[in-house]
């Protein structure tokens, strides 16, 4: 019976089959493989070994039952790796296997792979997402909404500033992804501490060769291991992706909130059933299941630091947590990633909301405009502020329009006519330049992919 919620309820199905145990050994076996024709090429094992290790350094010959059998015996992962794949090779070939390479040659270079697979993964799912935000904030380049800070009505903004702000912050994360695989992904075969001792002169070539055909830039230098600050610039980078799609997902749903409801996700009311016991509710399920799973993957930034220091050349302190933090990390991200694409394409508005919002506090979100246009007209703007805010608190205070208590007062009577006044008041045409930014936005990310 399955355990973790990654094996039935969270995770995609293309990242998953990155780090299931098939793949993770085919990855080893890839190594392996390489490592053979490496050596082949500079003389070092006979080609037709080489030849023969590599037709068997798949699953097909070489199965995870197989290596876990020996593994039990061996308490040594890479050993029955070696085993395994050593047995299934005809003639002596299998005598030439893992010639000159330390278990780490193998475990980092074959993770570098799937870890570049990865990153692949996820920067489809966030270039895909980054468009469909950019759609919206194109639509709703003229979309006005009441902007918040605080929590409390601040001035008029648009739902095309919202859109482009995530969008712009999506690119960045996918060049942070694109800046960490470039230190991330690299080959190593450097033996057991690093200085290629065990292959001789030919070791460093071999390091090289193996790299090359893999398709991963060669590490400049390692000692055991692939330095661990790498792999937390990997988990850091997730969880910063994740803290954007966290952001994302709660604006969303404090903007579906009862006394709210702009906007919102999807719901199905044929099939979809939001309470147990209070049929009316519609709750906004994606985007909490989008916060909370991003705060597991957070969290895994403190083991992931906690991995880089190692005792001299390497101990062993960082491979069991890399074995749940790096495929934990990476399901949970694609997965909150895919639950953001759905989330967005499917986002729901409420125009008639959005306008109420905006006119809600009988026109106080306007202050700030009768400040500036007060001192535009050549009132002091340390005056234009107290003026200003006396009419804002005595229009709170007595539930009337700031535009009626603005209209009553003697000292804005000076400079501005009823008819400026009215015209002031209209929160539509008070943007700066909210539209020209969102255009400025889209136009840029023409270049961003």
């Not at 016991?277 to 992931?304: F, L, Q, W």
């Not at 991995?307 to 960082?318: C, F, G, Q, Y």
């Not at 959005?354 to 005056?383: D, K, P, S, V």
Request: proline share 3%; aromatic share 6%.
């Amino acid at each position: 019976m399955a355990i973790h919620p990654i094996e039935y309820r969270y995770g995609t199905p293309e990242m998953r089959s990155v780090w299931e145990a098939d793949n993770k050994l085919q990855r080893m076996l890839d190594v392996e493989a390489a490592l053979a024709e490496a050596e082949a090429e500079l003389g070092l094992i006979p080609r037709e070994a080489a030849v023969e290790i590599k037709n068997k350094a798949s699953i097909k010959y070489v199965t995870w039952e197989r290596v876990s059998e020996i593994e039990r015996e061996t308490n040594h992962d890479i050993a029955a790796l070696v085993k395994g794949l050593a047995e299934v090779c005809a003639g002596d070939a299998g005598e030439y296997v893992h010639y000159g390479a330390t278990s780490n040659d193998i475990i980092d270079t074959s993770q570098s792979l799937l870890l570049k697979d990865t990153l692949d993964i996820l920067k489809a799912k966030v270039v895909r997402l980054t468009r469909i935000i950019l759609e919206l904030a194109q639509k709703h380049v003229e979309t006005v909404c009441i902007g918040r800070t605080h929590g409390q009505h601040a001035l008029p903004t648009t739902y095309g500033m919202k859109f482009a702000l995530w969008a712009d912050e999506l690119r960045r994360q996918y060049d942070r992804m694109q800046a960490c695989e470039k230190r991330l992904c690299v080959g190593m075969m450097t033996g057991a501490v690093g200085t290629t001792a065990a292959l001789g002169e030919d070791g460093l070539e071999v390091h090289l060769i193996l790299s090359q055909i893999l398709g991963l830039e060669p590490v400049l230098i390692s000692n055991q291991v692939v330095q661990r600050d790498n792999h937390a610039e990997f988990i850091m980078c997730l969880a910063n992706l994740a803290s954007t799609l966290d952001k994302i997902a709660l604006e969303v749903r404090n903007l579906q909130r009862t006394e709210i409801k702009e906007l919102g996700e999807s719901f199905d009311p044929e099939k979809q059933v939001g309470s147990s016991t209070m049929p009316h509710k519609m709750n906004p399920i994606t985007a909490e299941r989008i916060c909370g799973v991003s705060r597991v993957v957070r969290a895994y930034v403190d083991p992931a630091l906690q991995n880089n220091p190692l005792w001299h050349e390497r101990d062993l302190t960082n491979s069991s947590a890399e074995r749940i933090i790096l495929p934990e990390s990476s399901i949970l991200t694609d997965y909150i990633l895919q639950l953001s694409i759905k989330l967005m394409e499917k986002l729901v508005f409420y125009p008639e909301n959005i306008e109420a919002n905006l006119n809600l506090t009988g026109g106080l979100i306007m202050a700030e405009r009768f400040m500036a246009e007060l001192t535009r007209r050549g009132m002091g703007r340390q005056t234009a502020y107290g003026v200003v805010r006396k009419c804002a608190l005595e229009a709170n205070q007595q539930g009337t329009s700031l535009e009626d208590v603005v209209l009553d007062n003697d000292e804005i009577g000076q400079y501005l006519s009823p008819d400026e006044v009215h015209q002031i008041m209209a929160p539509h045409t008070y943007l700066g330049s909210a539209v020209q930014i969102v255009k400025n936005v889209i136009e840029e990310s023409k270049n961003w992919f």
